[in-house]
């Protein structure tokens, strides 16, 4: 399989998964269950896989820290500050363009670790990227919400380099040995940990899932999982990182 072909599944799973994910918010599924079981319940598949694949889950204790980092640096923090700036930003869109933009990041910094191509067209294909999806995230600012502050921008670019060292590490992962199944496994292990800690902490009771709501997160499960594998898989293939974030 080539890298276009991976994101083009890539593409099409994120459709199907925000779509899964709005209908849960409709819904008024607990975000913390929805969370668990959009990084959760791809364990299991990415698991199956594996066995499927004879692929070998034995990892080294440096490499399981590096993935434990990145967990921590690349998935966890980011989606956390991004949350908080969404709610503060006077307008959400100015937060997700921010921290969506990290495109231009993993691009240039791609090129000098891991001596990508980036050819003329990637280039003006990326800019036309970023500018629409300015244009698109423009909207009137909400200057009633009294939850609006400043720190919404910081908390934005930390989402912006956290994503971005996610895309940039899971590509340098792949070059010091860690296969493609300990990156999923692993990593989703250490975020589902860090999810259940916080639903304990916030005290959110299983028991208010409706019996109805089981096979919507199944399907956010199955979604999420093709995303990210595809995902994963496009990020080793791809001749720049950056192609495959622009796609995101």
Same mark, same amino acid.
């Given at each position: 399989?080539?890298?276009?072909?991976?994101?083009?599944?890539m593409f099409v799973s994120s459709v199907f998964l925000y779509v899964l994910v709005r209908?849960?918010?409709l819904l008024q599924i607990p975000t913390e269950i929805v969370n668990l079981a959009f990084?959760?319940?791809?364990?299991?598949?990415?698991?199956?896989?594996?066995?499927?694949?004879?692929?070998?889950?034995?990892?080294?204790?440096?490499?399981?820290?590096?993935?434990?980092?990145?967990?921590?640096?690349?998935?966890?923090?980011?989606?956390?500050?991004?949350?908080?700036?969404?709610?503060?930003?006077?307008?959400?869109?100015?937060?997700?363009?921010?921290?969506?933009?990290?495109?231009?990041?993993?691009? +240039?910094? &791609? #090129?000098?670790?891991?001596?990508?191509?980036?050819?003329?067209? @990637? $280039?003006? *294909?990326?800019?036309?990227?970023?500018?629409?999806?300015?244009?698109?995230?423009?909207?009137?600012?909400?200057t009633q919400n009294k939850l609006v502050k400043p720190i919404w921008l910081p908390l934005?670019?930390?989402?912006?380099?956290?994503?971005?060292?996610?895309?940039?590490?899971?590509?340098?992962?792949?070059?010091?040995?860690?296969?493609?199944?300990?990156?999923?496994?692993?990593?989703?292990?250490?975020?589902?940990?860090?999810?259940?800690?916080?639903?304990?902490?916030?005290?959110?009771?299983?028991?208010?899932?409706?019996?109805?709501?089981?096979?919507? +997160?199944? &399907? #956010?499960?199955?979604?999420?999982?093709?995303?990210?594998?595809? @995902? $994963?898989? *496009?990020?080793?293939?791809?001749?720049?990182?950056?192609?495959?974030?622009?796609?995101?």
């Amino acid at each position: 399989m080539n890298w276009i072909l991976a994101s083009l599944i890539m593409f099409v799973s994120s459709v199907f998964l925000y779509v899964l994910v709005r209908k849960a918010a409709l819904l008024q599924i607990p975000t913390e269950i929805v969370n668990l079981a959009f990084l959760g319940l791809p364990i299991f598949l990415y698991s199956t896989l594996a066995i499927q694949n004879h692929a070998n889950l034995s990892i080294r204790p440096s490499h399981l820290l590096f993935i434990l980092g990145l967990t921590l640096i690349g998935s966890y923090i980011p989606n956390v500050t991004s949350l908080k700036s969404i709610k503060y930003a006077p307008n959400p869109g100015y937060s997700l363009i921010i921290s969506k933009s990290y495109v231009v990041f993993t691009t +240039l910094v &791609a #090129i000098l670790l891991f001596h990508s191509v980036l050819t003329l067209q @990637a $280039t003006i *294909a990326i800019v036309i990227i970023v500018v629409f999806s300015f244009l698109i995230a423009q909207g009137k600012n909400n200057t009633q919400n009294k939850l609006v502050k400043p720190i919404w921008l910081p908390l934005s670019l930390v989402s912006f380099f956290g994503w971005g060292l996610l895309s940039i590490g899971t590509k340098y992962a792949f070059s010091i040995g860690i296969t493609i199944y300990q990156r999923l496994i692993y990593l989703s292990i250490f975020v589902t940990t860090f999810m259940l800690i916080e639903a304990r902490t916030k005290k959110i009771k299983f028991s208010h899932v409706r019996s109805g709501d089981y096979l919507l +997160l199944l &399907a #956010i499960g199955v979604s999420s999982a093709m995303f990210n594998y595809f @995902a $994963t898989l *496009a990020l080793d293939l791809a001749p720049n990182i950056g192609y495959v974030n622009a796609i995101v």
